[in-house]
């Protein structure tokens, strides 16, 4: 428990560095880095690792996505910046084919399947950081929120299932969750992003849509869970407990962040089409 709580302090402390007093641009390497990671994890996990060359090819598709939608978003990038992403889509995909032709033995369908949207969906979904972060309607501010929502239905669900925990919301999946956990999650979510809106609004005077933020507490925890439940859903199919060793009592890099995979997409469009936040400068 002590490590655990060491290094959950330390990823808290590296956050607001990296999303506040860093260059702009070590966000998406950063970002690239940890979709890699994860699908490193996925891939071992699904045991559909079985080859040096596909999980290789994986890795750099997927750490690059970050750092393509981060230059293409600065317009650092030609005209023709979706020619390019299809074709990056492309190589990936035929470089994967070939693998299954040459070993079709071993490199089924379903290996490159997989491959394909663990390698594609987890760098997309993580990307939202960067689109929120950099596009015209983003700003620093917008970036916290998927965090403290994931965070918020984290920590309230899994204290509220300690203390009042008694029905078991899906013990086939996730035997610890409890359908009070489960509630004090969404609650939690709600507070605390009413919490940080009253701090927006009254530390750094931007206007705040307080209902809004109320149902970005409901959808953000309720995404963040289902993030959860949707990671141990592998790991129980694939028989195994963590994702990973790289986070001292936490796991894997999916172990760790599994929910903010979820929330972090879900705020991306939260913030396009029900916008609880604006930003007086």
């Not at 939608?69 to 035929?94: H, K, M, N």
């Not at 705040?208 to 141990?232: E, H, K, R, T």
């Amino acid at each position: 428990m002590r490590i655990r709580i060491i290094a959950g302090f330390a990823l808290l402390l590296l956050l607001p560095i990296l999303l506040f007093f860093a260059a702009s641009w070590m966000l998406p390497i950063a970002i690239g880095i940890i979709s890699a990671a994860a699908v490193q994890e996925l891939l071992g996990a699904t045991h559909f690792a079985i080859k040096k060359r596909i999980v290789f090819y994986a890795l750099v598709f997927s750490c690059s996505i970050p750092v393509w939608y981060f230059f293409e978003i600065s317009d650092w990038l030609p005209a023709e910046r979706a020619q390019i992403a299809v074709a990056g889509l492309f190589c990936f995909t035929i470089l994967l084919f070939i693998e299954g032709i040459i070993d079709h033995k071993n490199i089924t369908f379903g290996i490159i399947s997989t491959v394909l949207f663990t390698s594609l969906i987890v760098p997309v979904f993580f990307s939202s950081l960067v689109r929120i972060s950099e596009t015209t309607y983003g700003h620093r501010h917008y970036i916290l929120l998927p965090f403290a929502a994931a965070i918020a239905a984290d920590t309230c669900a899994y204290f509220t299932g300690i203390f009042f925990g008694k029905r078991k919301l899906k013990p086939d999946i996730s035997p610890k969750k409890t359908v009070e956990g489960a509630i004090g999650g969404l609650a939690g979510g709600v507070v605390v992003m009413i919490l940080y809106g009253l701090i927006q609004q009254f530390v750094f005077h931007n206007q705040v849509n307080y209902p809004f933020m109320a149902l970005y507490g409901v959808l953000g925890s309720a995404a963040a869970q289902i993030g959860d439940l949707s990671m141990s859903l592998i790991k129980r199919e694939f028989g195994v407990k963590d994702f990973g060793t790289l986070i001292p009592g936490h796991g894997g890099i999916l172990d760790r962040f599994d929910s903010l995979l979820f929330t972090a997409p879900l705020f991306e469009g939260l913030l396009i089409f029900l916008p609880a936040l604006t930003i007086s400068s």
